[in-house]
């Protein structure tokens, strides 16, 4: 069964570059949502889309957008970035097959900022 | 704070053995769930027990919930080699309206099980 895709796999940035992160739900998933994870820590919730829309807002700083694209595909773009931004990205995806509650992830981004 | 608090951190354990991990949160749930997860890679699914349920089994897991003292338990009985990963409870949000979702994760508990 197709699952969620992240690209790239792994990230080497320098500080104040930018970089974008991609992800492809699983097909027929309506909602994409983005999680942060440091190193040893649980995973942070950043954005989330809903029928292209955003639906909700957790702690994503102000140089990080995203959007959701007609194909139902998704977009972090980071700016400005700083060693702190050093950490896994994950999408996940859900749909109404699970009444949304389920959520998919993909095997992440690794962003390294140096 | 997180919504979810694992305990206990880190666990090591024989194979054969039961895997034991607890759980915490603070406010109103409709479900909460537990999710794996593989060094470095992305987070399964393993189960979901809802907010009017008590206990759930699912293969060699067992979830059990406790809504009056908000907290919830990942049984893994016969544990083998390969249950080693990280293991987070997520606790679910619905805003008022009903549109958006979102999961909160928990701290973790690292599992190991040593062969």
């Known amino acids: 069964a197709a699952g969620v895709i992240q690209s790239p796999r792994h990230l080497i940035k320098e500080k104040r570059e930018t970089a974008t992160l991609k992800c492809y739900p699983i097909?027929?998933?309506?909602?994409v949502y983005w999680y942060q994870q440091g190193p040893g820590q649980d995973p942070q919730f950043l954005i989330s889309?809903?029928?292209?829309?955003?639906?909700d807002k957790g702690s994503i700083p102000d140089r990080f957008s995203a959007q959701q694209f007609s194909d139902y595909h998704s977009e972090l773009n980071m700016s400005s970035l700083e060693l702190g931004d050093s950490a896994l990205y994950f999408c996940a995806s859900s749909g109404r097959d699970t009444f949304n509650e389920k959520l998919f992830f993909g095997s992440g981004t690794q962003l390294s900022v140096l | 704070s997180q919504q979810g608090e694992e305990d206990p951190q880190a666990l090591s354990i024989q194979e054969g053995e039961n895997a034991t991990m607890n759980c915490s949160y603070k406010t109103s749930i409709n479900n909460l769930q537990w999710y794996r997860q593989n060094s470095g890679r992305g987070l399964v699914h393993l189960i979901l027990?809802?907010?009017?349920?008590r206990e759930k089994h699912s293969g060699r897991l067992r979830v059990t919930l406790d809504t009056s003292k908000k907290s919830s338990s990942l049984l893994i009985t016969a544990s083998r080699a390969a249950d080693t990963a990280s293991y987070f409870c997520a606790t679910d949000a619905w805003n008022s309206g009903g549109s958006n979702y979102k999961l909160t994760f928990g701290k973790g508990t690292l599992l190991t099980v040593n062969p």
């Open positions: 097909p027929r998933h309506d909602t």
């Open positions: 027990i809802r907010s009017n349920e």
């Open positions: 889309f809903y029928e292209k829309m955003q639906s």
